[in-house]
């Protein structure tokens, strides 16, 4: 039940219902608003304090934090912006955040990654080339060659990023390659001169192939856009 109630009150946050600097209802409000004990309450407004979406003080009440406070990257809050009013506007921002990091993570990548690391990425790439027909198991290794390359720039920063925006890039995978034909035909060439730049320790041929990989995953994503 403190689920469903930080399901709630986190989707008002986000859609503007309940806005920034706003008070939230008194306890004994929320609590016969919900019909919830007062444990569940409180774990709800713990679970939104942490994700830095609400402020709770003693005799000032609990009120919604600025937008800059919010947990922007953590998984459920993603979820949340791509299943409302504003999912295309998150998938847009997606990938100006791949953008900018993708390219010069696989650069890092060409030059850092281990045996190990190497062979993870080209075990991805052979996941998805096995995949064909199965569109599913193709977005899911296609997900997991993208996180590969992430771990093998070996900067601590990136890996926590492709975690937290794993959930928002599953759902775009799943707009953006829906014709198994394509994945095997356009998609999978420009991974595999991506993994070979990678494996052959060329940075700017891998930065070059992960930024023609994101031109067409963008002419894919418009083309969802133009059509619905």
Do not use: C
């Not at 503007?16 to 919900?34: I, K, S, V």
């Not at 004990?37 to 003693?58: N, P």
């Not at 990678?198 to 969802?224: K, P």
């Amino acid at each position: 039940m403190a689920d469903q109630l930080v399901e709630d009150l986190g989707r008002q946050i986000i859609d503007g219902r309940l806005q920034p600097g706003e008070l939230l209802p008194n306890e004994t409000q929320l609590l016969e608003n919900y019909g919830v004990s007062r444990t569940v309450l409180r774990e709800a407004l713990q679970i939104l304090i942490s994700k830095g979406m609400l402020d709770s003080r003693q005799r000032k009440g609990t009120t919604v934090r600025p937008k800059i406070s919010w947990q922007q990257l953590d998984p459920q809050f993603l979820d949340w912006h791509h299943t409302m009013a504003g999912g295309a506007e998150t998938l847009a921002q997606l990938m100006e955040v791949r953008r900018i990091v993708e390219p010069p993570a696989a650069a890092l990548a060409a030059t850092r990654a281990s045996d190990e690391e190497k062979s993870g990425i080209q075990a991805a790439y052979e996941r998805m080339f096995a995949a064909k027909g199965n569109v599913e198991q193709f977005i899911r290794a296609d997900l997991e060659f993208h996180t590969a390359i992430l771990q093998a720039s070996q900067n601590q920063f990136l890996l926590p990023i492709a975690h937290a925006i794993r959930t928002t890039m599953l759902m775009s995978l799943r707009l953006t390659n829906p014709d198994p034909s394509e994945n095997h035909e356009v998609s999978l060439p420009l991974h595999k001169a991506l993994l070979d730049a990678i494996l052959s320790g060329n940075a700017s041929q891998a930065s070059a192939a992960m930024h023609e990989h994101l031109d067409d995953t963008e002419r894919r994503r418009q083309r969802v856009g133009a059509n619905s």
